[in-house]
C-alpha cells in the first residue's frame, strides 16, 4: 500500500473513530465560507523604481505528500499535494535574512522524544536537506544572516533554528507573548528546544494599515519589506510583503493557509488537521477571506504559502529564468 493511501486510511480510521460515521463523512464537504462583505482598499500608487534589487530564494528541506482532500476540505481528490518545510532567503541591500528557518541537520534527534502520533501524523514529513547544507552550497556562514524573522512559533518554523546558533530571531510580541502559554511548549516543550539560546528580538506590528491589513511593520524603514498581521493559525501568525526594483511583488503568508486554494476558493484544510493546528477558528477563516479577496484584487502579486511546494517551485522557477535573463 503506497504511503499516501496508508496516511489517507490512517486519517479516515481516525476521524471515524473520533467523530463517527455521519461526521466524519460531512468533514470532507465543503465548508462554507461567508465571501460576499468584500472590504475596500486605499488605491495607494506605488513606485517600484525607489525599491532595491531584492534576491529571494526558497531553501526546501523537508516534504510530504498528503491527498489534495487532506489539503483542501471539499476537494474530492486524492492527488498528492506536496507539502513542504521551507526558509526563505532574503538578500537586501540593508540586510540578509531568513522567512522561517527550514530544518536543521540534526532534526531526527529533536524529534526523538516525541509521541508515535506525533512522528507519524503532524510531525511527519522526509527530510531532504539541512538548512546548513543549503547556505554551504551557497557559500554562507550563519554569520553572514542578520537575523530570522520567524513567521510563528509552530515547532516546525523554528526547526532550522539549531543550524543557526546566535543569530537574532526576530518575533511579533503578539505571537511571543501568546505562544508562552501555548505554542512554545507543545510537543514537550520543542518549539523551545529548537530555539535554544538564540537571542530573541520583540517587533510590533503598530504601523499604518498597508494593502487593506489593519496594521503592518516596515521591517527595514523603505517600504520594501512591510510585515503584516495574519492571524488565526496562531495569534501573531505575520505575513511578509517583498517589494522590489523590478517590480515584482511577493507576499508570504507563514501559514495563514497550506496551499494556495486555501485562499482562492476559500476553504479550511481538513478538519482533522485544520483544527490540530489551529489557535482560533474564526479568525483564521476571516483571514483566508481576507486573503481570498486580496488576491482576487491583486492578481500582480504573488501570494505564496510556507507549505506550499507548488507555489515554491513555481516562483524559484520565474526567479532563476529571470536571472539567467540579467545575466
Ligand atoms: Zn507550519
Redo the contacts with the bound molecule.
Keep these: 500500500m503506497n504511503t499516501r493511501l496508508r496516511s489517507l486510511l490512517t486519517l479516515t480510521a481516525l476521524s471515524l473513530g473520533a467523530m463517527g460515521t455521519g461526521r466524519a463523512v460531512n468533514s470532507f464537504l465543503p465548508r462554507r465560507l461567508a465571501t460576499w462583505y468584500e472590504p475596500q482598499e486605499a488605491a495607494v500608487h506605488k513606485d517600484s523604481t525607489s525599491f532595491p534589487k531584492v534576491d529571494i530564494s526558497f531553501l526546501r528541506c523537508g516534504s510530504v505528500s498528503v491527498p489534495e482532500l487532506i489539503a483542501v476540505r471539499g476537494a474530492f481528490s486524492l492527488a498528492p499535494r506536496l507539502i513542504s518545510h521551507s526558509a526563505v532567503l532574503v538578500r537586501h541591500p540593508k540586510a540578509t535574512f531568513l522567512y522561517d528557518t527550514g530544518m536543521c541537520m540534526d532534526i531526527s534527534l529533536y524529534m526523538r522524544d516525541q509521541s508515535f502520533f506525533f512522528r507519524n501524523v503532524l510531525g511527519k514529513f522526509s527530510f531532504e536537506q539541512s538548512l546548513s547544507s543549503h547556505l554551504q552550497y551557497l557559500d554562507m556562514k550563519p554569520g553572514d544572516l542578520d537575523f530570522a524573522l520567524i513567521s510563528h512559533l509552530?515547532w516546525?518554523?523554528v526547526s532550522g533554528v539549531p543550524d543557526i546558533p546566535g543569530v537574532p530571531l526576530r518575533i511579533n510580541r503578539v505571537e511571543y507573548d501568546a505562544a508562552q502559554q501555548s505554542s512554545l511548549v507543545q510537543h514537550h516543550n520543542l518549539p523551545r528546544q529548537l530555539m535554544g539560546d538564540n537571542p530573541v528580538e520583540l517587533f510590533d506590528c503598530s504601523g499604518p494599515s498597508y494593502e487593506g491589513f489593519h496594521s503592518s511593520h516596515d521591517l527595514l524603514g523603505d517600504g520594501s519589506v512591510v510585515l503584516v498581521p495574519l492571524p488565526g493559525h496562531t495569534a501573531g501568525n505575520t505575513g511578509m510583503f517583498i517589494n522590489r526594483s523590478n517590480g515584482s511583488r511577493l507576499f508570504l503568508l507563514g501559514?495563514a493557509a497550506w496551499v494556495s486554494e486555501n485562499y482562492l476558493r476559500p476553504a479550511t484544510m481538513h478538519p482533522f488537521i485544520w483544527s490540530a493546528v489551529t489557535s482560533d477558528d474564526a479568525t483564521a477563516c476571516q483571514t483566508l477571506i481576507d486573503l481570498h479577496h486580496f488576491s482576487h484584487r491583486h492578481p500582480e502579486i504573488v501570494l505564496i504559502a510556507?507549505?506550499d511546494a507548488q507555489a515554491q517551485e513555481s516562483f524559484m522557477k520565474v526567479e532563476k529564468s529571470s536571472m539567467a535573463h540579467v545575466r
Design positions: 509552530h516546525d518554523h501559514d510556507m507549505h
